[in-house]
């Protein structure tokens, strides 16, 4: 078998594949310091499009099932994000994940995305929003659930208005406003 030596290298090895190595795999995480809590107001332009510039269909409801609000029609989508409502604005990020029509009765979207940051001090950074859509609302409110860079344990919501929206095209673009609570 094993001498001494040999079993403790062994499980030191092994230890380390398993629990990893702080110094190895990234930063760690501490504690926020009390009251270091930060709000962070964002504003910016989400750009949609049905026609497969920014989004695919992934899965769709089966041909018999008829419904007024696509239910059950599923997106993977990589949105840009702009400084201003028109497409050649200002690039500031882009928004890439999922989104589901998931109500039978009017269009409503589960939305699973993140919205990746390119400029200023939120280069790198991104955050998370998981929530419901009621795209036809005025005023839509879904919670921010996580966050990276310097919205590392974020929390907090965004507020979506429909600027513009093309029925025949499918093209839309939603302006967005940002509360977000980070260290």
Not at 96 to 121: H, N, P, R, W
Not at 134 to 159: C, D, H, I, N
């Amino acid at each position: 078998f094993f001498t001494t030596t040999q079993f403790l290298l062994f499980f030191f090895s092994v230890s380390t594949i398993i629990l990893g190595d702080a110094n190895i795999q990234g930063e760690v995480l501490l504690p926020p310091a009390q009251g270091t809590e930060k709000v962070s107001h964002l504003h910016f332009y989400f750009h949609d499009s049905l026609d497969g510039r920014y989004s695919i269909r992934i899965a769709a409801a089966p041909p018999s099932y008829k419904s007024a609000t696509q239910f059950g029609n599923a997106r993977a989508v990589d949105f840009p994000l702009t400084e201003g409502p028109h497409p050649g604005s200002k690039l500031v990020g882009r928004v890439q994940g999922l989104y589901v029509i998931a109500s039978k009765e009017e269009v409503v979207l589960l939305m699973d995305l993140t919205y990746q940051f390119y400029e200023g001090k939120y280069n790198g950074s991104s955050i998370s929003v998981l929530g419901r859509n009621a795209v036809r609302s005025p005023l839509r409110e879904m919670p921010v659930v996580g966050g990276t860079g310097l919205f590392r344990l974020a929390r907090g919501y965004v507020q979506a208005k429909t600027y513009l929206y093309n029925v025949t095209n499918g093209f839309a673009i939603v302006e967005y406003d940002a509360f977000v609570m980070h260290y």
